[in-house]
């Protein structure tokens, strides 16, 4: 069964703070994205990468930073965490280069930064 | 840009009633189309998807979409929805051979028995 797994489900962490968030996946994806889920403004695409080593910004980068440096792990990280970035925080992965690939999706990691 | 607008941010409807949830998006070349849910507590799935060909497209759990290209729409409809189907929906689109999809701000849908 395709697999997403989100290393933590729940992170309270104080502002200034570095946030790092795993997320690996088992289906041998090429790409891996990061979105934000927040009420009302759905979800937003933070970072994602196409291969081992390679990223592009999405529409909101500012303030994060990722890291794959294997096929099956890709990492968000917030260099100093802000209270405007508390959010549900969410990977996927999917096949190809297409577009035409079903998106898997992790469980989700609810960051609240105080 | 590329956009998406879902302009139904909450229906609130009866068990047996229909549903037709509204998806726009802005870009002028070949577009993949797709409605992703999420029930409450679990992680979204895809709904459906569009590429090509008939423009009726036909999902799991009874949901359909219509892609009409004039209007740059791509709504979704189920003709009698059950409790069940109380979910947060939403539409995504990408262009053409690019992996970059972006979603609409979701509609919550609730349905009541």
């Known amino acids: 069964d395709v697999k997403v797994t989100q290393s933590s489900r729940y992170l309270v962490k104080r502002t200034g703070e570095k946030v790092f968030l795993e997320c690996v996946q088992d289906m041998d994806h090429e790409n891996m994205f990061w979105y934000r889920q927040d009420p009302g403004l759905g979800l937003r695409l933070i970072y994602f990468s196409y291969d081992v080593k390679m990223k592009e910004k999405g529409d909101i980068p500012e303030g994060y930073s990722v890291s794959r440096e294997k096929k099956e792990r890709f990492s968000l990280i917030l260099e100093s965490a802000s209270t405007n970035q508390t959010s549900m925080y969410l990977c996927a992965s999917n096949r190809g280069t297409s577009g035409r690939w079903e998106l898997f999706f992790g469980e989700g990691s609810r960051l609240t930064v105080l | 840009a590329q956009s998406v607008s879902q302009h139904n941010h909450h229906v609130i409807l009866s068990e047996a009633a229909s549903l037709e949830l509204g998806c726009n998006y802005s870009y002028g070349g070949t577009v993949n189309l797709f409605w992703y849910v999420q029930y409450p507590g679990q992680h979204l799935q895809l709904l459906l998807k569009?590429?090509?060909?008939?423009?009726l497209v036909k999902g799991i759990k009874g949901f359909e979409a219509e892609f009409i290209k004039s209007k740059f729409s791509f709504n979704l409809r189920k003709p009698s929805v059950q409790w069940s189907d109380t979910a947060e929906y939403f539409c995504a689109v990408n262009s053409h051979n690019t992996d970059k999809l972006i979603f609409g701000t979701g509609t919550r849908l609730q349905v009541f028995p």
């Open positions: 569009y590429f090509s060909g008939d423009p």
